[in-house]
């Protein structure tokens, strides 16, 4: 059984940076999607970017240039490097896995809740001005 366990979500001030991290355990394969995920108040989730085993990386439009994703394996740790943080960026964000490589469509900044069976509780990131 995947778990996945977020942290490093906290208070900020508009234009600073966090980085976000997610442990995940129980997983021995190497084909591998990983995700951030976020849901801000009163809406519904959206992805912010994914990662996959073969190093492909994707980024909603919203945080291209300012937010990193990256894993590392040997730690078997995910991060999310947030620079230049606004106030709409202000939301629970969710860790997130599948098994096999990223779908095709999150090339195109397009994600579905249910492309990912294993989620972690969230980490609150809050962005004031």
């Known amino acids: 059984q995947v778990q996945l366990a977020e942290s490093g979500g906290g208070s900020v001030q508009a234009g600073e940076s966090l980085r976000l991290s997610c442990a995940a355990s129980g997983y021995t394969g190497s084909n591998y999607c990983m995700g951030w995920l976020r849901q801000a108040p009163g809406k519904g989730r959206e992805g912010v970017a994914s990662i996959d085993s073969d190093g492909s990386d994707n980024y909603a439009d919203s945080v291209k240039g300012r937010f990193t994703i990256s894993v590392d394996n040997a730690k078997h740790v995910l991060y999310l490097e947030m620079n230049s943080l606004k106030l709409e960026d202000t939301a629970m964000y969710y860790c997130?896995?599948?098994?096999?490589?990223?779908?095709?469509?999150?090339?195109?900044?397009?994600?579905?809740?249910?492309?990912?069976?294993?989620w972690g509780q969230g980490t609150q990131v809050t962005v004031s001005s």
């Open positions: 997130a896995a599948e098994l096999f490589l990223c779908p095709a469509m999150h090339a195109l900044g397009r994600w579905r809740e249910n492309d990912f069976p294993y």
